[in-house]
């Protein structure tokens, strides 16, 4: 079984930066394909959107959101089973709870569709306010 654990969330200023650390465990090995992490956000009243996503077996196939490309980066440690997603220039309208997904299956991109994530962790909140 799959956990996730995100952490880092916070208040912070418009302009700032954070940096978000989702913790995973339960990955196996097998024939079943890769597995894919992704990085999602919720704001109050919007549909969830994705962020960013990386497969954990490739290190150049980095995906992002089009609001997000130049300011985020993900990036993973497959040591310390760490996915991370560096926010910089952060604006209010990157206030949202956020999420880290996952999922396992054979084709060569990761995706930014939520529905094709089937382990979620508990999402942590991100406001950015001056």
């Known amino acids: 079984q799959v956990q996730l654990v995100e952490s880092g969330g916070g208040l912070v200023q418009p302009g700032r930066s954070l940096r978000l650390s989702c913790a995973a465990s339960?990955?196996?090995?097998?024939?079943?394909?890769?597995?894919?992490i992704g990085w999602f956000r919720q704001a109050p009243g919007k549909e969830r959107e994705g962020v960013a996503c990386i497969r954990r077996d490739r290190d150049d196939s980095a995906r992002y959101g089009y609001s997000m490309k130049g300011r985020f980066t993900i990036s993973k440690d497959n040591d310390k089973n760490t996915v991370v997603l560096q926010m910089n220039s952060l604006e209010p309208g990157d206030t949202a709870i956020y999420y880290c997904a996952t999922y396992r299956d054979l084709t060569d991109a990761c995706s930014l569709n939520q529905w094709t994530y089937n382990y979620w962790g508990q999402g942590t909140q991100v406001t950015v306010s001056s």
């Open positions: 339960g990955f196996t090995l097998g024939s079943l394909g890769s597995y894919k």
